[in-house]
């Protein structure tokens, strides 16, 4: 990969944290019915403003990025390499996690990190030959170290994989699984696909799910690959429909999101509705992140940028970005300076590669309204 050297500036003006850290006057969005916000949830929405800039070129189908302290992690899915952009541009390859098996949708997928006293830790979800696991590494001195598995047996397919991991703020791990192409599974209570599951740093059933002594968090999701807590700390995720809807739902733990019984908003009793669907030719979203008081969704197929307004009686809207320029969008992240980073993922044999894909890109962020 290389470094566009146009974005030395841009890189330069990392140090100042990707944190995402609220500056703005708080406001309400226009025609919103505002919720009662404590203070720390005091943040005003935001659109993407300007042409977006690349940070970054020559990635090779990179599906997750993961924030450290000083640097941001990039996984790529088929060589199971993890890239470190460090905030003063460079990049290097911090290793690769082994037993990765890259074949379809699987390989190495989704990324986070937990920093503890003792250790820093690199969280994988991967596919292996057997299965689809949870990993963690220990990265010390810029690299990672052997991996211990944290939660092995999840099954894999050659679609439907799941794989987006990520630490609560209540310090729990969640992970999406995909139904792995057995869409039954995602109503077995028993299974590990089809859900998120919600397990503690080690992979064990926290005392407070739902079903004691499962990891089971949330039940009948198809393909989910975004997650994202709102200020709030309230959890929602999107996950790709079958062939018309698909899904942005908020999460409750132990409801059933329907799959395969109830695809999008069906209105079937026993069966939770998601609060936005959209065609699985505006969206097949991935990756999801909420920056300043907004949810931004990666969509591979809709190839563009949802940004999502959720609103205090319970509804949402989305508008979308980007359509059509940067093809399929696998990733979204708080960037530098109150940006929004994403990924592009048109190498690996579903998109078309444009000249330098594929590509990380950075766009400001600026108050609703205003772009
Ligand atoms: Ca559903």
Redesign the pocket.
């Known amino acids: 990969m290389r470094r566009t050297p146009l974005l030395a500036v841009v890189i330069g003006l990392l140090s100042v944290g990707l944190a995402g850290c609220g500056q703005a006057t708080p406001q309400a969005s226009p025609g919103t019915a505002a919720p009662t916000p404590t203070p720390s949830e005091t943040v005003s929405p935001v659109q993407p403003a300007g042409t977006p800039e690349v940070v970054l070129t020559g990635l090779g189908l990179p599906w997750s990025m993961a924030r450290l302290a000083d640097e941001t992690l990039i996984s790529q899915r088929d060589d199971g390499r993890i890239l470190s952009l460090d905030d003063g541009g460079e990049v290097r390859e911090v290793g690769t996690v082994p037993n990765v098996r890259h074949g379809g949708e699987g390989g190495l997928l989704g990324l986070a990190t937990l920093e503890t006293d003792d250790e820093t830790w690199v969280y994988a979800f991967h596919t292996s030959d057997d299965d689809n696991r949870i990993v963690r590494l220990p990265y010390r001195d810029g690299a990672l170290g052997e991996p211990e598995v944290v939660l092995a047996g999840i099954a894999r397919a050659g679609n439907h994989n799941g794989g987006r991991i990520a630490f609560g703020p209540d310090g729990m791990l969640y992970a999406t699984t995909g139904d792995a192409a057995m869409p039954d599974a995602s109503q077995d209570p028993g299974s590990l696909n089809g859900k998120i599951l919600r397990m503690t740093p080690e992979g064990d059933a926290p005392d407070d799910n739902p079903m004691p002594g499962s990891l089971v968090y949330s039940l009948?999701h198809r393909n989910p690959q975004g997650i994202a807590w709102d200020a709030a700390g309230q959890l929602w995720a999107a996950e790709f429909g079958q062939n018309t809807w698909d899904?942005f739902?908020r999460i409750e733990a132990g409801a059933n999101?329907?799959?395969p019984v109830?695809?999008?908003q069906g209105g079937v009793e026993g069966y939770v509705d998601?609060i936005l669907q959209w065609s699985t030719s505006e969206a097949s979203p991935s990756g999801l992140a909420y920056v300043e008081g907004t949810f931004f969704l990666a969509a591979l197929r809709g190839e563009r940028v949802w940004a999502i307004y959720v609103d205090g009686a319970g509804g949402a809207s989305a508008t979308a970005w980007f359509a059509g320029e940067f093809g399929r969008i696998r990733d979204v992240a708080a960037g530098p300076d109150g940006s929004l980073w994403f990924l592009t993922s048109n190498t690996g044999g579903n998109g078309s590669p444009r000249d330098g894909d594929d590509k990380l890109l950075q766009v400001a962020l600026v108050p609703l309204g205003e772009g």
């Open positions: 009948g899904e739902n999101y329907g799959w109830v695809e999008g998601p």
